[in-house]
């Protein structure tokens, strides 16, 4: 009956009835409880009456107290407990007739409080208290107060009230009693009902478990023993599928995985046979393949060798044009200083012989000043040999005139040495004039050999920054011409290196080929070895 049945409905059916024997459990336990929170309340509702009725007593002992305080004072401050106790009873009456409104013999019993009471405080209390007023105020007497208070008819009435009272608490604490009953017969029913009730579910747990995995652990044998002979190998065996749970459908899955194994080991066989011949195939070939790419590298490799070289040999070439390029550059360099230091020797020598020639004119207006200068001294020497014969006859004339020109002798005398100092110093200005003259001659001869050879000076150096001129130009065609060889050569020596990197590309490529080829041809003999493996594995299939 439950074989069509799926796991999760027996699952699903087994806690349910667990849930169901919980929800009664539950439920009743909660009624259980549910009565004891009742009788819990009344309980509660029973002590509000009991502490109410003992309230009201409390206000009839406190109108009876100040009743009997004014009675033997007179006082009205003692009339505060009556009062205070009449407003109490009032509201202790009306809250009992309240919580007793359910109970008529309660009701009843208030009435005869309340009746009593009116009674006993028209009657009574307001009479003595009157009474007591009138002994106040004259009109009565002392023992008039003293016969009615021991006449006690006061006293009947409020044992009246105080048997009412003790009645009404009297009935209260039966009911008490009985709802305590009450509350202990729910508690044990519900500590039973949980008891019996845990009890049954645990139970019932236990078989509805026991219950599903006997029969889920039986339909499962049966999945495993399939599932056991498809791993074995066992394709050809029957499979059981009846039954329209997940089991069911396991084993129906089962029965399909068989079939398909079935069709894909069959498969796979003429597939490994294909493979096979196709391994064997390949491997032929990738050796083939393997031994040319070799050959391929191996030259590669020669050609790559050459190429290196034939860079290196270019790259020699380059250096030494380099070096080339420098040492004509150096020379072009130092031919342009060469020629600006001949410049500055051709503007110096010029300034030398501009200033040879203004020194010569210098000395040839020295010699005219020194012939000036020689026409002077001899018109001064002329003057002096004149002055002389001029002092020499005055000398004579002065002796002619004896004492009288005694005087005019001596002057002449002096006259006449003066002269004669006068042109020894001539004399002498002559020689030195002469001399200079004669220096100024051969100096102004020597200024003109200079200028002669300073110019001859400034046409070699003319000739020399020509020559440097051409040296330099020279100079920067050869590093022009360099730097075209450098260029060519470094143009040959990159076209080289792009020659030996492709080379070497080639030959990596090869190698690289080569490996390829090499683990193809390995690949090839593991897919061969692969392939004799699969053989071997569908082989223990039983088809």
């Known amino acids: 009956m439950f074989a069509n049945l799926t796991i999760a409905k027996k699952l699903g059916g087994g806690f349910a009835l667990v849930v169901l024997i919980i929800l009664v459990l539950v439920l009743t336990t909660r009624s259980s409880f549910v009565r004891m929170d009742e009788s819990v309340q009344w309980n509660i509702h029973t002590y509000r009456v009991i502490d109410r009725a003992g309230s009201l007593m409390q206000a009839l002992t406190d109108i009876e107290t100040g009743m009997r305080g004014f009675a033997l004072a007179g006082q009205d401050e003692f009339l505060e407990p009556l009062n205070a106790g009449r407003a109490a009873f009032d509201r202790d009456l009306a809250e009992l007739r309240q919580l007793t409104a359910d109970n008529p ?24 208290l009157a009474l007591r007023r009138q002994v106040t105020a004259g009109s009565a007497t002392p023992a008039d107060l003293e016969r009615r208070i021991v006449a006690r008819a006061d006293k009947v009435r409020m044992d ?33 009902s949980l008891v019996l009730g845990g009890l049954i579910a645990i139970a ?16 499962l044998a049966g999945a495993v023993q399939a599932a056991r002979g498809i791993a074995e190998g066992r394709l050809s065996s029957q499979i059981n599928t009846s039954g329209g749970d997940e089991v069911g459908e396991l084993l129906g899955a089962f029965r399909d995985m068989q079939a398909r194994l079935r069709e894909m080991i069959t498969g796979i066989r003429e597939g490994s046979e294909r493979l096979l011949v196709a391994a064997r195939h390949i491997s032929s070939t990738s050796g083939q393949l393997s031994r040319a790419a070799l050959e391929q590298s191996q030259a590669a490799s020669s050609m790559a060798a050459t190429v290196e070289q034939l860079t290196v040999s270019i790259s020699h070439v380059a250096s030494n044009a380099s070096e080339a390029h420098g040492i004509s550059s150096d020379s072009g360099r130092q031919s342009q200083e060469g020629g600006a230091v001949i410049q500055q020797t051709l503007e110096s020598m010029g300034w030398i012989a501009e200033t040879v020639r203004n020194s010569a004119r210098q000395i040839d207006d020295l010699g005219a000043s020194v012939e000036q200068i020689s026409s002077i001294v001899n018109v001064i020497s002329a003057i002096a040999e004149q002055t002389n014969l001029l002092a020499l006859n005055a000398a004579i004339e002065a002796a002619r005139a004896g004492d009288q020109g005694r005087g005019f002798a001596v ?8 002269a004669q100092r006068t042109g020894q110093s001539t004399q002498e200005v002559g020689g030195m004039i002469q001399k200079i003259q004669q220096s100024a001659r051969d100096a102004v001869a020597k200024m003109e050999t200079g200028v002669e050879q300073v110019g001859k000076g400034l046409e070699l150096a003319g000739a020399a920054n020509q020559a440097i001129a051409e040296i330099r130009s020279g100079a920067s065609r ?35 080929s080569n490996q390829e080829i090499s683990g193809a041809s390995r690949a090839a003999a593991s897919i061969e070895e692969l392939a004799l493996s699969l053989e071997r594995q569908v082989a223990r299939f039983s088809l």
Do not use: C, P, Y
């Open 105 to 128: 013999v309660q009701q009843k019993r208030l009435a005869d409080i309340e009746e009593l009471h009116r009674q006993w405080l028209q009657e009574d209390v307001e009479g003595i």
């Open 160 to 192: 009246g009230m105080r048997k009412r009272v003790a009645e009404l608490r009297s009935e209260e604490e039966r009911l008490l009693g009985q709802r305590n009953e009450n509350l202990a017969g729910a508690e044990h029913f519900a500590l039973t």
């Open 204 to 219: 019932a747990s236990v078989v509805i478990a026991w219950t599903l995995s006997a029969s889920i652990r039986q339909r």
């Open 411 to 418: 002057v002449a005398d002096e006259v006449r040495l003066l």
């Open 478 to 512: 050869i590093v022009s011409v360099v730097d075209q060889i450098s260029l060519a050569l470094q143009e040959q020596s990159a076209a080289s290196q792009d020659v030996a990197r492709s080379v070497e590309r080639i030959a990596q490529m090869a190698e690289s």
